[in-house]
Structures are given as C-alpha cells and as structure tokens.
C-alpha cells in the first residue's frame, strides 16, 4: 500500500514537472500612457492574458491620465464635485502623500501648474521668462490638499494634480500584481523604462535591468548602457533629466522641477535608479532624488531598508562618476 501511494505521489511529480517545464513564456508589447511598454510572463494558457492586461491599463489610465478629460484626476484637477474618487486616485493621493512627507516636499504631485508652465505637462506651456514662478508656487503645495469624506479638499481650487512622476510606475504595479493574482511567478512587466520582475526569465536566469549612460538624446537613438543589474524580485526606476528637456536661446530646461522652487533642477546629479517592492515606490522616490540631488538622496536611501540606488553624477573635476548601495552593488554583473 505504500509502495503504490509512493508510486502514485512519483508520477504526481512528474505531471506537475512536465506541466512546469511546457508553461510558456509570453511576450506582450504595444504602446500605452503615452509610451512603450513590454511584458514577459510565464503561463501555461496558450493565448496569454494580453486581453486582460491591456483592460487593466485602460481602467488605470481612466483613473490617473491628465490626458483624458474624462478621468477620475481631470475631474479632480476641474473641481468637478461629482468624481467618485476610484481606488487608483486614493492610493496615488495616500502614496504621494507619504513621499512628499519624507522628501520635505522634493516629491509633490501638486506640481501641475510649475510643470505645465515649464512645458512639460498636459497644458498651458509659456516662455521660460513669463513664467509667473511666485504665483504659481501659491498653488502647489501637498499640505494644501487632503481627502475627506471620500473627497479632495483644496485650500485653493486653482491646485492641480499631475501624476507622471508616479502613475508609470504604479501602472507596472497594477499588471504585475494582475499576473501574481493568476499564479504566475516569473514575469518581467516595464512600462515607459520603469520595471518590475519576479523570478527567473524566459533564458532560466535572473532578469537583466540596464541602467542608461545620462548621455542627453531626446530621441532614445543613442542609448548607452552604464551598468547591467540582475533582478530577481523587486522593481526599479530610473529618473533623469537626459531624455525629456528643450533648449532656448542656449539654455538647457530639464523636465524635473523642484516644487519647492519653482525651477527646473540643475545639479550635479544626472540620473537616479530605485530599486523598490513596488515600482510605485521606485519611480516616486527616483523622482524626488533628481529634485534633492546626491547628498540628501544617500542619505535617504540609507535610512530606508527597502531602498537601494545607483545615483550617475558629476564629480568636482567634472567627471562623470556613480554611487551604488552595497546590496546594489552585489547585483551588477561584472
């Protein structure tokens, strides 16, 4: 009798061995929020779960997108007093909320009126000298705004949301939380460069994450890659001021604007990767580093045992130089 339930629990392992072994990795891409995304997951239904995941991406865009007039954020941002707030827009609001608290203020989704000025928001572009800085700082603010009753309450209705600098990220988030609710254990999800893996790949190893050189091309045409990492559970971000800037009258404006001032950033650091559990904490975090600079950002990462970063800067002779905490460290590939 217990030779055959040996025998039976044997052939057991072999079924669910083969069942393994047959799961076939899945590639999904396409184009969303604006930009690329690519997914790789394993599962064993032949047809994938692109379907899904792109409804997924809709519903989540229909919340958080200051393109689509109708989301739950435009109507938010035009007062409307009759957007129910969705459980997307609550999380974003508590998160940012939370970031902005521990960043004093580097990280603040409030920024929409700077960011729209500066040109790099859903409106209202203006020249770099018309731009009413001191005005506009009247406006943002995270200690102006707060959730209650199920509402946002403003202290002034003209403040704003915009949610670029974290909704890439908690989009990565929301396909990649879909995938575990399926089963699936080795999936690689990255959305707009902002990623999160689990397991091992399609190639039976730990997932490879470039880490860009901050060469500036607005094109991605001349992408270099720094470093290489192996990822085999987490999420990582990468934030810099190469990619999304214009030039006037030989003037460099880089995308990432200090909330608290009112200016686009200029310092020493060029770009800063999270790594994170959530993407959503990765990108926010990656975000308020490029506003703080390298001194602060160390030492916030070094005060928070789910961070770790590689910050790329320029040292005092002008040289590009990085910086990597120790668990990082342990994952590059040499």
């Known amino acids: 009798m217990n030779k055959l339930k040996y025998i039976s629990l044997f052939a057991l392992l072999i079924v669910f061995t083969a069942c393994k072994q047959d799961s076939k990795y899945h590639f999904n891409e396409g184009k969303v929020?604006?930009?690329?995304?690519?997914?790789?997951?394993?599962?064993?239904?032949?047809?994938g779960l692109k379907t899904e995941i792109l409804q997924k991406l809709k519903e989540f865009d229909y919340s958080l997108s200051t393109y689509?007039?109708?989301?739950v954020i435009s109507k938010v941002n035009e007062n409307d007093s009759t957007v129910v707030l969705d459980d997307y827009f609550l999380?974003?609001?508590?998160?940012s909320e939370q970031i902005a608290q521990v960043t004093d203020g580097a990280f603040d989704w409030t920024v929409a009126p700077l960011v729209n000025a500066w040109g790099f928001g859903f409106k209202n572009k203006l020249e770099p000298e018309d731009i009413p800085v001191d005005s506009l700082l009247q406006v943002v603010g995270y200690q102006k705004v707060r959730l209650e009753a199920g509402k946002?309450?403003?202290?002034?209705?003209?403040?704003m949301f915009d949610a670029s600098a974290i909704a890439k990220g908690y989009g990565v988030d929301v396909v990649a939380d879909f995938l575990e609710s399926k089963g699936i254990t080795n999936y690689m999800v990255e959305i707009g460069g902002e990623i999160r893996v689990k397991g091992n790949s399609n190639k039976n190893r730990p997932w490879r994450v470039g880490i860009d050189k901050p060469i500036d091309d607005p094109t991605s045409l001349s992408r270099q890659i720094q470093d290489v990492l192996e990822l085999k559970n987490g999420a990582m971000a990468t934030s810099g001021n190469y990619r999304q800037f214009y030039v006037k009258d030989g003037k460099k404006y880089a995308h990432t604007i200090d909330p608290r001032l009112g200016y686009p950033v200029q310092h020493s650091l060029?770009?800063?990767?999270?790594?994170?559990?959530t993407c959503m904490k990765a990108d926010a975090y990656a975000t308020a580093f490029m506003v703080?600079?390298?001194?602060?950002?160390?030492?916030?990462?070094?005060n928070d045992p789910e961070l770790d970063a590689y910050f790329i800067y320029t040292d005092e002779e002008g040289d590009l130089t990085t910086f990597a905490t120790e668990n990082l460290k342990a994952q590059i590939l040499k």
């Not at 689509?68 to 989301?71: A, G, I, L, Q, V």
């Not at 060029?270 to 559990?277: G, T």
């Not at 703080?292 to 070094?302: A, P």
């Open 91 to 95: 999380t974003c609001f508590k998160t």
């Open 68 to 71: 689509n007039p109708e989301s």
């Open 270 to 277: 060029l770009s800063a990767s999270v790594i994170a559990p």
């Open 152 to 159: 946002v309450i403003k202290e002034d209705p003209r403040i």
């Open 33 to 47: 929020f604006g930009t690329f995304y690519h997914m790789v997951y394993q599962y064993p239904n032949e047809e």
């Open 292 to 302: 703080l600079g390298l001194e602060k950002s160390v030492e916030i990462v070094q």
